[in-house]
């Protein structure tokens, strides 16, 4: 099948729709050389709203929390630990924030090997999977089996959005 790259109506709903739906995804990124980097997207944790007090926007909106606000689309990348990036692509409505993390490909498994990989820092926050010529996503028909799971890392978010089965994960790529 022919590699179709997601549109915006893609990403333009809940991000409980869209996490699971981008498990199988390829990510690809082309570099300044024109050497074009791939990976398939094996897990991804969902983010949902202002209630969600896993979700940035759970303390407000700030500068850095702005882009949850925006277009589905958009990607959101931040420094965790102040030192490795996660990519994020924005879900659902504008004002509405939700998003969803890209927590692991095929072969890098966890979400600040696979920004590495792909050369994705600060640069492409802002900038959009539906337009962007260095990054995007794109169907080739994978639609591999999932497995839900707790997402990873939130402690300080309580036990109740804790224990949210919001990771899904590729039992076979």
């Not at 277009?71 to 924030?97: A, D, F, K, R």
Request: net charge neutral; aromatic share 10%.
């Amino acid at each position: 099948m022919a590699l179709t790259r997601l549109t915006e109506s893609f990403y333009h709903r809940d991000c409980l729709e869209v996490a699971p739906d981008l498990v199988g995804k390829l990510i690809l990124r082309k570099l300044p050389d024109g050497t074009l980097l791939r990976e398939r997207i094996a897990e991804t944790e969902a983010y949902r709203g202002q209630e969600d007090l896993a979700c940035h926007a759970s303390r407000g909106r700030t500068p850095r929390t702005e882009l949850l606000y925006r277009e589905s689309g958009v990607i959101y990348v931040y420094l965790c630990y102040g030192m490795h990036w996660l990519m994020n692509v924005i879900t659902g409505e504008p004002e509405q924030p939700q998003g969803v993390l890209i927590r692991a490909g095929a072969v890098h498994n966890g979400p600040a090997k696979l920004t590495k990989y792909l050369q994705v820092d600060k640069h492409f926050n802002g900038g959009s999977f539906v337009t962007c010529p260095e990054l995007w996503i794109a169907d080739d028909g994978c639609r591999p089996k999932l497995r839900t799971d707790v997402r990873v890392g939130i402690d300080y978010a309580g036990e109740y959005w804790k224990n949210m089965p919001w990771r899904w994960i590729a039992e076979e790529i």
